[in-house]
């Protein structure tokens, strides 16, 4: 016994010693850590190596859980090697202090969480912060998020969630960056490298885990958990590229998903989970299934019971169960009858320790720091700042915004102008509404200091068919200069996971609020919060300027006041297409053409005597969105020059060589007398492929800050990463074609260039 002891604690300082290198990917690849981890899985028992591979939730559920309560004596014997849901520095240390000191190994638990756009500091939802088409941004709410996390214990989060989103039915589409697998890719690298920092050991940094390993954004009918069918070209072009961009940004972790992609559960994928990921990749972090994502393979019809249900999971390549009872009390068993090899069972176990060694939890596993009572300034400017620019503003008419507020009586009608918690949006964490500045607070304070004046109604609530609050609305805005209408989706109920939608317009009772105000005559400007593009047809035609604000989170009011009046100006751009009609959905900009494209057919002639009958379109409504992916306004006005290109012609063998490039330029003049903030954008379009590729894709966008009167050239090069793809032959190659390239300030606009890819 003395000697296992002191075996035990040359282990403990031998991990006190390890060091990762400021490489943020190096952490999969030390072989100082390897040995390590080869010392200590000789110490375990088959029950404690099944046990690193258990995490269960004690805390609020977010799915049908275990109900267990064995928490202490799991950790106490070495099988359970991590729990979410816990937070708190008490808390979490009270638990790791069983595990650290009473467990056999003392092999540190990890702590994970839901933190996806904050963890008190609530920043827009991911959705919203898409819109700022801002990395840098976005890596910065990351970083904040993981400061506050690692204070209150917690290690790990179960985010980015990098799904690609083309269907606004789907709930979880609020928790996406969108339809595009450019942007989307460069949003989730952002959102790793700012939670896991230039190491993963920093005291300010934790592990990311993405999610939902794939296709989950694709379920069929936009209805959550559903199946998705998704070709194999289809899912390395679209739907792979974001997963693999935080593989390598160094994510420490993958999540499963629910959905049954092309017959076989996410959960139990060989293909993606081990052929891709592993084999394809080399990912050397772990997988975590979602919650119960394991045990839900019964109904969906591969497994028989959870024994089963393990045995496919795992040897498919899911390390860890989360909540799912399944590895726990089967996994040994599996060994012990020849269907899971030990030895695949100390690899898992290894991605496990690798990640908890990168941590630095063997050296460091209590958290030391007081978590503050309040949010820092700083973190409230920044909070205000992602607000700011992940507005779009969709309609401007005769400029009505910004308001001119002084000596005006402003009516600000709504049940989303004074709803603390509304502002948090889906998936808050340890957000607080007494945190939040709402509209009305801040929108008041900032009228009254111009002299102006705000008059609040709520007029209804989001979801109700009562319109006893009409006739004080319509008060209100009879005797205002000007109305904003803050109206929306219910953020807990309506979105996120669960918030699957059939209609898209805004609900209970709100649209014939907006129209009883309209028709007072009062200029409306119409302020949106959403988690997802709405049908806003009639306000489109009927509204003068309308806002979208999405859930902007602590500081909505204080982003959408400044906004509003003209403090700041509107820069966000949009990252999914907003409908005219749900049975459009899905959409996407980057489609792909048919044999018998429709254009702009003209709706106002019967297609059976226009001629124009026998086309992809809809007799009702066009094809085309209301407002296009990457569109959204200004204060002021930007004019593009014609595109340009640096060659008319060049070779696919020297540009797969990476020997060619090609660079694309236009200039962007601010016309108007605002400051404008924009977002350029650089579209290609192929042609004379081996197959058929989309009429669009984004393939660069650069924000600029143009003062009145001021112009830049804006220039992209495009070279093999942006024109390879997945041809006839699944091979990821540049082949011969014409290409049209064009900057614009949205996927419908600029003026194309034409190159020719010769062989």
Known sequence: MRILKAVFCYLALACAMAAQTANPTSWGSDPQVEAKIDFLLKQMTLDEKVGQLVTYSQGIPTGPGTSRSDYKELVSKGRLGSIFNLTGASETNAMQKIAVEKSRLHIPLLFGLDVIHGFRTEFPVPLALSATWDPALVEQTARVAAKESRHAGVRWTYSPMVDIARDARWGRIVESAGEDPYLGSAMAAAYVRGYQGAKLSDPESIAACTKHFVGYGAAEGGRDYNTAEISVRTLRQVYLPPFQATLNAGVASFMSAFETLNTVPASANAFTLTQVLRKEWDFKGFVVSDWNSIGELIPQGIAANHSVAAAKAFTAGVDMDMESDAYGPHLAELVKSGVVKESAVDESVRRVLRVKFALGLFENPYTNDKVSSEIAAQDADLARKAAEESFVLLKNEGGLLPLKAGRKTIALIGPLADDAQQMLGAWSAKGEAKDVVTLRSALTKQAKATQGRVIYAKGTDILTTSDKGFA???????????????????????????????????????????????????????????????????????????????????????????????VSSPSGRLTVSFPRAVGQQPLYYNRFNTGRPAGSTDLSRPPSTSGEKFLSRYVDVPNSPLYPFGYGLTYSTVSYSPTAVSVSSVSAKDLNAGTAKLTVTAEVKNTGGRVADEVVQLYIQQRDTSVVRPVRELKGFRRVSLPPGSSQKIEFTIGRDELKFWNIDLKDVVEPAQLTVWIAPDSASGSPAQVAIGQ
């Not at 699957?500 to 609020?513: K, T, V, Y």
């Open 472 to 566: 004080d609305a319509v008060v209100a805005a009879k005797t205002s200069d000007i109305v904003v209408l803050a109206l929306g989706e219910d953020a807990g109920l309506m979105t996120g996971e669960a918030g699957s939608r059939a209609h898209l317009d805004l609900p209970g009772n709100q649209q014939q609020l907006l129209e009883a105000v309209a028709a007072t005559g009062k200029p409306v400007v119409l302020v949106v919060f959403s988690g997802r593009p709405l049908v806003l047809n009639w306000a489109a035609q009927h509204v003068p300027a309308i806002l979208e604000a999405w859930f902007p989170g602590v500081q909505a009011g204080s982003a959408l006041a400044n906004v509003l009046l003209g």
